[in-house]
Nanobody, 122 residues
Framework: QVQLVESGGGLVQAGGSLRLSCVAS????????MGWFRQAPGKERAFVAA????????DYADSVKGRFTISRDNAKNTVYLQVNSLKADDTAVYYC???????????????WGQGTQVTVSS
């Protein structure tokens, strides 16, 4: 059974930073791409970032480029999302997901975590 568990969310002031983590279990972590998505109240779940199996390729939503960094540690079965220069618009529940390849589409990911709340106060 594949499980993804996110952590690291919280309440932060605008301009602040957080590091989100997602620990995976249940299948060979290094065989799959990983993605981060977010969902704000009343909005669709949206792509944030994704990273390839090896960590050599990453992709970002335009809205977070230059502020967010995705990385992974295959020895620890963990993917990270470093979020810097946070804005009020970044407030959302952040989800990690696993899939066969990097994609911006939610349908291309087959397992999801339960999410971690990030709230940015202005």
């Amino acid at each position: 059974q594949v499980q993804l568990v996110e952590s690291g969310g919280g309440l932060v002031q605008a301009g602040g930073s957080l590091r989100l983590s997602c620990v995976a279990s249940g299948r060979t972590f290094s065989n799959y791409a990983m993605g981060w998505f977010r969902q704000a109240p009343g909005k669709e779940r949206a792509f944030v970032a994704a990273i390839s199996k090896s960590g050599g390729v990453a992709d970002y939503a335009d809205s977070v480029k230059g502020r967010f960094t995705i990385s992974r540690d295959n020895a620890k079965n963990t993917v990270y999302l470093q979020v810097n220069s946070l804005k009020a618009d970044d407030t959302a529940v952040y989800y990690c997901a696993t899939g066969r390849y990097i994609s911006m589409a939610t349908d291309d990911y087959d397992y999801w975590g339960q999410g971690t709340q990030v709230t940015v106060s202005s």
